[in-house]
């Protein structure tokens, strides 16, 4: 295989990262990745390089609905440098691929469905003459009207736009009794805009062909696994000459869920016998990616006088863009957190997810609870202002427990701690009043905010989901642990987006060996499936399939060491803390002393290696009535934002944002706090200012000129509270921690700008606009 090297000069990509972690489970060891990511020394995908490389680059449809009569390619292989043009007929084998059904084309044929649809690739020997070929390229569009109405496309009278039709699923939970009605009342309408992953590495990838039919690639994803399966369907051959390694990984958060360079890649690369590098322009990414749905909600919640709740009924619409990607499961988690979590005797929820013209939607931080959560907290505020009531003490009143039932049917196990969260959050101190200062006001340098014409808010807002996949989903981890001289390598299909599992799983081997660990690089190659990094289950799936893996290994070890000894093995005590210990067993090598040594030491210059998997109880697809055992676990938050709004100009700033979170166990609490201000940073974000602005179906705002996301100067101060309350099936106790923060924080913010300006907040993100 020709070698691989990164621009930097650092190894690629399957170097280490650095040292080996010595500190265990509830240390906050640094993470191996994180010097050279600091210095600049970490190879990204988008840094690698190969010899004889070519590039690659992708044709998209400029239209958002059309009629594909002709693509004429001869021009473009007519340009010097130019090595290969493909369109839809070089597709080998499947022609479509998709996360849960493979109804998206690898290129137009027929009709583009999408601004930004790919409809031809080629490689070139450098990248200047990629652009020019794809510009000497002549597609004939018959421009259709584009369906971008997420209402009119649920209808049944409106024709569909895909073979697989408008509604890609719809969803009803039916609990208790549908006829009880409470004594006060309230309504709202709800709207969530279109929300970016905005990763800062666009997506990057190169081919190798292996000069026996196959291909390897590096690229930079969420699940090396699902990609090799879609990918070697697509490109007709077995599993085994599709080989896949992880590439510096640049940020994710849903958006690397799906497939992008990976087909074009690997058919260019194929084609020309040579590697091909592909990597996405920034305005490329963000049509070339999934997004977070845009929703409408319609809700009505009932209540006694005394602040319990009775029924929840909830109308959830989704528009999922062209292409389903994972919208099917989004829409699921929609409808079951549209309530919030919170005691509900009575709910009915109808949501529905549909096919448009819009650019495709799928998997973002959160995953449907995002969208409801603003839509219930938003109704939990209104109900409090109804009743009179303090909106903490309404939320605390309703707060789920231990042993209550989800309006799926399902019986909550494990910690429940959504009270303890909603009062953490709380008892932080507020923020001093606000300085004259210019930059402190909304507005910042800017100078236009005038102090007396500034109000602040303070609002509150809880959320859960669910942790890893659900409705019967297959959902399981593999992982291997060598113990050999004295350290301990794991290899494990994880795909490491900054989510820190590189750190997490050498701290459970250290943990459990006492010794020093390595996670070894990520490939498909070699081991089984990971999963995919997303749905907060790498901790509890991958790190407990490493946890199994070292504790079989720990077995082994003592077996030898018995034999050794020439005692039972069951004489022989492991510890929680990776050491071997019994009271007389050193007597039986006429010693005469109490044993007492790490397992890495008892395994002395022997070489000893488990595999394991990890696999969670079942889960089931929601019946006909949307009951069912759906979910394995659940995370809990809540947030409050204190924000100061130009009444005048309606400029927001938040300056405070406070959590208590449900983490189950903190295996590596600096990572934890990370994760929490990571995703309060998007939660704020979709509050205030990130939309993809889409009209008619073409995006507006393609860059980060115009699409903006927070800035060290528009991130707030973050406190957090993390509520360690162990949760029984997961390794450790641990829970994820990277969805919660995101979840509540925009709800939180929303209400506080309503608390300061008094204007009923409905849609976010909120612009000034919406405030004046």
Not at 290 to 301: D, E, L, W
Not at 459 to 472: I, T, W
Not at 629 to 642: G, K, L, N, Y
């Amino acid at each position: 295989m020709t070698p691989v090297r990164a621009s930097t000069g650092v190894e690629a990509p399957s170097a280490r990262g650095g040292a080996a972690s010595v500190a265990g489970i509830g240390d906050s060891p640094v993470r191996p990745d994180g010097t050279p990511k600091v210095q600049g020394g970490f190879a990204f995908a988008s840094d690698l390089e190969a010899d004889g490389m070519l590039w690659g680059r992708t044709l998209r449809s400029p239209h958002a609905h059309a009629r594909l009569r002709s693509v004429e390619i001869g021009r473009a292989f007519a340009i010097p440098g130019v090595s290969c043009v493909l369109t839809a007929d070089d597709v080998p084998g499947t022609a479509t691929y998709g996360l849960i059904s493979p109804d998206q084309p690898v290129f137009a044929r027929d009709v583009v469905r999408y601004m930004g649809e790919p409809v031809a690739a080629v490689a070139a020997d450098h990248p200047d003459t990629a652009r020019r070929a794809l510009a000497a390229i002549a597609v004939d569009y018959e421009p259709l009207d584009p369906l971008v109405d997420p209402t009119r496309a649920a209808s049944v009278e409106t024709p569909p736009i895909h073979p697989d039709g408008n509604v890609i699923r719809h969803i009803r939970i039916d609990h208790g009794d549908p006829a009880a009605t409470g004594d006060v009342v309230v309504e709202g309408v709800y709207e969530v805009g279109m929300q970016d992953q905005a990763f800062l590495g666009p997506e990057s990838g190169l081919a190798i062909p292996d000069g026996d039919g196959g291909v390897d690639l590096w690229v930079a994803t969420q699940s090396l696994h699902e990609d090799r399966d879609q990918l070697a369907a697509c490109l007709g051959l077995p599993h085994e000459q599709v080989r896949l390694h992880l590439g510096g990984v640049g940020g994710a958060f849903g958006g690397r869920e799906d497939l992008s360079i990976h087909v074009h890649a690997c058919l260019l690369a194929l084609r020309t016998g040579r590697p091909v590098k592909m990597s996405y322009l920034r305005d490329e990414s963000f049509v070339g990616h999934v997004h977070r749905h845009p929703a409408r909600m319609r809700y009505r919640h009932h209540a006694t006088t005394a602040g319990d709740l009775v029924k929840i009924e909830a109308q959830v619409l989704l528009d999922g863009g062209a292409y389903a990607s994972s919208s099917w499961a989004v829409v699921s988690n929609a409808a079951r957190f549209a309530c919030g979590p919170y005691r509900v005797p009575n709910a009915l929820v109808d949501a529905t997810v549909v096919r448009t013209n819009n650019p495709p939607c799928g998997a973002m931080r959160g995953f449907g609870a995002v969208q409801v959560c603003f839509g219930h907290e938003s109704q939990m505020d209104k109900l409090a202002t109804r009743l009179g009531m303090d909106p903490v003490e309404l939320r605390v009143r309703n707060a789920l427990e231990t042993g209550d039932v989800l309006p799926t049917g399902q019986r909550l196990t494990g910690a429940v701690p959504v009270a303890e969260c909603i009062r953490a959050a709380v008892e932080h101190p507020l923020p001093t009043t606000s300085s004259d200062g210019w930059l402190e006001r909304p507005g910042g340098a800017g100078r236009t905010a005038e102090a007396s014409r500034v109000r602040r808010g303070v609002g509150v807002a809880a959320g859960f989901k669910n942790l890893m996949y659900s409705e019967g989903a297959e959902d399981d981890s593999e992982a291997r642990v060598r113990l050999s001289e004295g350290v301990a390598s794991i290899t494990c299909a994880v795909a490491e987006v900054g989510q820190g599992f590189v750190t997490i799983a050498s701290q459970i081997a250290r943990t459990v060996l006492g010794c020093d660990a390595v996670v070894e690089p990520a490939g498909t190659v070699g081991i089984g499936s990971a999963g995919s990094s997303s749905a907060s289950r790498q901790t509890w799936m991958s790190g407990g399939a490493v946890l199994r893996a070292a504790r079989e290994v720990a077995v082994q070890v003592r077996s030898a060491l018995a034999e050794r000894l020439g005692v039972a093995p069951g004489s022989l005590t492991l510890t929680d803390d990776g050491r071997i210990v019994a009271a007389a067993a050193g007597e039986a090598a006429g010693g005469g002393r109490a044993l007492d040594m790490t397992v890495a030491e008892a395994a002395g210059d022997g070489i000893f290696e488990a595999t394991a998997v990890q696999r969670h109880r079942r889960t089931y697809q929601l019946d006909e009535r949307g009951q069912g055992d759906a979910d394995v676990s659940f995370v809990f938050a809540a947030h409050r934002a204190v924000v100061d709004v130009d009444t005048d100009l309606g400029l927001v700033r938040v300056v405070q944002v406070t959590t208590g979170q449900d983490v189950g166990r903190m295996l590596h609490p600096t990572q934890v706090i990370g994760q929490i201000e990571g995703g309060i940073a998007q939660g704020v974000g979709l509050a205030v200012m990130e939309e993809i602005v889409v009209e008619d179906g073409v995006v507006r705002n393609p860059s980060f000129t115009d699409y903006l996301i927070p800035t060290v100067a528009d991130t707030p101060e973050v406190l957090a509270t993390c509520i360690e309350q162990p949760e029984p099936e997961a390794p450790f106790g641990a829970k994820g921690a990277g969805e919660p923060p995101t979840i509540s924080s925009t709800a939180a913010v929303a209400a506080a700008i309503r608390a300061a300006t008094g204007v009923d907040v409905t849609r976010v993100p909120v612009r000034p606009w919406d405030l004046i």
